[in-house]
């Protein structure tokens, strides 16, 4: 989508990104996305105020999942799987600030849930941020450890 930071299509029912400005949501909701979930802290500098008010006055479902950039756990991820499961045959919107901790969440779910390739994963990692810092390496390798 033009206009919104760092957006990539993923397929034709995925589409993720950086920071969505209150403006841009419609917009989404016009190319048929039907659920966002927001990895971005309220905090956060790049926070859209009032989001999930804006999504749900368009009619979009509103998954709020805040992930610690410094510090993501586990239960995060956790989260977010859920997140996805539920939104199964729905065409799905996920954003942060940057399209880094969504192309890490995106990448594990893609490897872990639907059999994506090692290098398929990284591939949409490399495409959003490059090579990850050490703080999500970590975390990308301590979920692919879990069993």
């Known amino acids: 989508m033009q206009g919104i930071y760092n957006f990539i299509e993923v397929d034709s029912n995925l ?12 917009g989404l909701r016009a190319d048929g996305y039907d659920i966002v979930i927001n990895l971005l802290p309220d905090d956060s500098q790049y926070a859209t105020p009032g989001e999930a008010q804006i999504v749900a006055d368009l009619g979009m479902d509103y998954v709020h999942i805040p992930v610690d950039f410094a510090a993501p756990i586990a239960s995060n991820y956790n989260d977010f799987v859920a997140a996805m499961q539920a939104a199964t045959g729905k065409k799905v919107y996920v954003h942060c600030a940057a399209n880094w901790r969504v192309s890490s969440f995106v990448s594990l779910y893609g490897e872990r849930e639907l059999g994506w390739a090692r290098h398929t994963a990284e591939a949409l990692v490399e495409k959003a941020w490059g ?9 990308m390798t301590e979920i692919r450890s879990i069993k």
């Open 131 to 139: 090579e990850p810092d050490d703080v999500w390496k970590q975390f």
């Open 15 to 26: 589409g993720t990104s950086g920071a969505v400005e209150a403006d841009r949501f419609a």
